[in-house]
Nanobody
Framework: QVHLVESGGGLVQAGGSLRLSCAAS????????MGWYRQAPGKQRELVAD???????HYGDSVKGRFTISRDNAKNMAYLQMNSLKPEDTAVYYC?????????????????WGQGTQVTVSS
């Protein structure tokens, strides 16, 4: 199993910045991808950004140019720097990781989620 814990959410005024962090822990695992998703009330969960072990990144159209995802492979950490925040960025932000776990006889790939952190942007 891989356990993900997000931090860094909060309340910020429009135009401000926040930095989210995601820490992955567990035993005998290798992370392939890490990403951030968000879900606003009444809306589906959507991809914000993801980053693969080689460093390639993808961003949702609504955050391109404003958000930056990064990761520290040695520490199993992912970060999301959010700049020029808008009220429409208000949502619960979830960390996601695609990882291979080696605690079973056959390595098993799994998709893991954190508990989410609230980001609220006031106008």
């Amino acid at each position: 199993q891989v356990h993900l814990v997000e931090s860094g959410g909060g309340l910020v005024q429009a135009g401000g910045s926040l930095r989210l962090s995601c820490a992955a822990s567990g035993s005998a695992f290798t992370i392939n991808s890490m990403g951030w998703y968000r879900q606003a009330p009444g809306k589906q969960r959507e991809l914000v950004a993801d980053i693969f072990s080689g460093g390639s990144t993808h961003y949702g159209d609504s955050v391109k140019g404003r958000f930056t995802i990064s990761r520290d492979n040695a520490k199993n950490m992912a970060y999301l720097q959010m700049n020029s925040l808008k009220p429409e960025d208000t949502a619960v932000y979830y960390c996601n990781a695609g990882a291979v776990v080696f605690t079973t006889p056959v390595p098993k790939y799994g998709d893991y989620w954190g508990q989410g952190t609230q980001v609220t942007v006031s106008s």
